[in-house]
């Protein structure tokens, strides 16, 4: 039998030994949230919105949202949203899986580091209105941050598998109204040092 051939049965016979240990495992351990709100921001307005009806009817009822807009004294604003997900995965997905239900096509999609922490940015379009940026990253109670959904993933995976723990992700967006990517880039670096409290 050649080499080739004999990864696809190494591969199945580790999953199978993996399963079987995790049959035989207790009840995971969930960890504790992320001790952590948005909050006021110095030289911006602010004010808590609600969570939609479709957020709280659609997301597991441990998920946690906290939601803030803040307002430059120039008329720029900032959109913040704060989820942190509960037992179940389906509290945090990747936000292109539902900026297009919302309306939106998405264009240039980046990574930037801003103050040490990865932000996946990207432009959002719809219609004739004019374009708005938005960004996101996730985090965890560890303080594991990353802006790649499937670097989550599979930490998340790992975790639940293999530590027998359930980790309790955050997930950062902000939205930025105009579409000034140096003032947007500004503004997340002032937030992620004040807004989260």
């Given at each position: 039998m050649q080499i080739g051939a004999l990864i696809p049965v190494a591969t199945a016979a580790a999953v199978i030994a993996?399963?079987?240990?995790?049959?035989m495992e207790a009840e995971p351990v969930v960890c504790d949230a992320p001790d952590v709100r948005l909050g006021d921001i110095q030289g911006f307005e602010s004010e808590c919105i609600p969570p939609s009806e479709g957020e709280l009817h659609t997301l597991p009822s441990d998920t946690i949202i906290d939601k803030r807009v803040y307002r430059a004294k120039d008329g720029a604003w900032y959109m913040a949203t704060l989820v942190i997900g509960g037992r179940f995965k389906s509290s945090i997905h990747r936000p292109e899986l539902c900026l297009p239900s919302q309306g939106f096509q998405m264009a240039d999609p980046r990574t930037k580091e801003?103050?040490?922490?990865?932000?996946?940015?990207?432009t959002l379009l719809r219609g004739d209105a004019p374009s708005m940026?938005?960004?996101?990253?996730f985090f965890n109670q560890d303080g594991f941050r990353t802006d790649s959904h499937v670097a989550r993933i599979f930490r998340d995976v790992w975790d639940r598998s293999v530590n027998c723990r359930i980790d309790r992700w955050a997930m950062v967006t902000v939205n930025a109204f105009p579409a000034d990517e140096r003032r947007f880039e500004s503004f997340l670096s002032i937030f992620w040092r004040e807004g989260l409290k």
């Open positions: 993996v399963m079987a240990w995790q049959g801003i103050q040490g922490v990865d932000w996946r940015l990207l940026l938005f960004s996101y990253t």
